[in-house]
């Protein structure tokens, strides 16, 4: 149907006038720009988690199952906006006008909370141009390498995405050689399985000495350690290796603030929208839409940031503007002590945890028990019902509840890894310790993710974990997969 002159027209000014009550009510986004394209634009874009991202199978995969979705009713995605500065946005071209100004008001709420969040303070802010790059130097490599051998590195590779260190930088990795100059100038004599990284010169091998531990502590960034010390990798792929860890810090904050995010979003296109002049009609289909968008999930078994997220903040400004029972649940500083609470604060107390807090933190301190109540959380468990494996509700005390939502977001669900010693058995082999916290893994998955490392690093490969209660060694040779206790 496209979008016709007349009807840009009429955008472009509404959001200007939005981006002005924006400010007046006290956000202070980012510049943003406004892009109207077709849906599958939309959904292309939600797929690849960032424009002109290297291709892959996997994100192909992503774009038919949102657009089937789609298609079938059953999802829709008004908008995709990018933490750059300035803010890029993408609007769909067939939505009503009074969607794009439900959608500029929400997209006007994120860009603040990118510019605001202490998470996103170290974003590359450019990191559209930089995911451009990165696809171009990956398509360099298909050309020269295969299309094959390089999709199937980025498969392995893509295994392990998460396993960096999330409180590490973003670090530019040194040529080999610039890591041996580094080791002669520090007098540090280098005897190991890793002789043939440091002794580039081709002269004799200092004198034997006791090889220093690698890594000399454990180490939680299993990608870095493998752009590091992977002494079967090529430089490109050490390049792809850094490529995906370079992203993956890109999507970080966004991973650490999820229902923050979309509940801040939501609380300010519900204001933005009530102080502009709708008609009737206009607000009708605001409220009807703005009801979607923050309905409780469909699936018992997850939750929708944008309700949660938007309902806390909301019980936030209620008590601390003093509205309604405000005996429940005082504020508590960071070990859990009553702090006075000061009334008519509500919306400073916002933009403070805005600022300050991940969703680890906001749902800890601000999930209360009437929220739990209310959003109608509990936890589940599998158990047989009639014969059959059922979800039934497990816990219903709101504390439990809570922790159990907030245990899950610990490292985003991710076991973590470290990386104990890099050359285990004096052998060059790689031991890894999952640190336990009550959840065992998956033996079948991990059975696949260690063949993967093997890929990566060339030789056996041993996780340490604990299944029943006792210390397990989980163990890939290169042929054979094993289990036994430690």
Partial sequence: MGFSAAEREELERWIDIIWEKAHELGLDPYPTHFEV??????????????????????FGRDYHRQKTSYEYGMSKIYE??????????????????????????????HSDFFKRNTYFGHTDRRMIEQSRLHAERISEYQDEFGWREVEDFIDTVMTIEEHFDPSAAVFRRKSPEQYAIDRQRSGEPRTSSYDDIWNLSGSAPPPKARP?????????????????????????????IEIVREEMFYFLPQMRTKIMNEGWASFWHERILESLDLTSEEHWEFRKLHSSVLSPSGSRMQINPYYVGFQILKDIKRRWDGEGDVRDVPEEDWMGR????????????????????NDVTFLRRYLTEELVKKLDLYTYKREEVNGEEA???????????????????TNFGVPIIYVDDGDYQRRGELYLRHAFDGKQLDTKYTDKVLRNIYKLWGRPVTLETVIDGSKNLLSFDGSEFTQKSG
């Fill in 37 to 58: 394209v077709p849906q599958h634009i939309i959904y292309e874009l939600g797929a690849y988690g960032l424009p002109a991202r290297f291709s892959h199978w996997t």
């Fill in 80 to 109: 995709i906006v990018f933490n750059t500065d300035p803010t890029q946005a993408f609007l769909v071209e067939d939505n009503s006008m009074l969607s794009h100004k439900f959608v500029v008001a929400h997209v006007l709420g």
């Fill in 212 to 240: 220093r531990k690698i890594p000399e502590e454990p180490e939680k960034d299993l990608l870095r350690f493998l752009i590091e010390y992977g002494r079967e990798l090529t430089e490109w792929q050490r390049d792809i």
């Fill in 338 to 357: 009553p702090m006075d609470r000061p009334v008519g604060q509500g919306l400073n107390k916002l933009f403070e945890i805005i600022e300050e807090d």
């Fill in 391 to 409: 979800w039934v509700v497990q816990d219903t005390d709101w504390r439990r509840v809570r922790d159990t939502i907030v245990d899950g977001m």
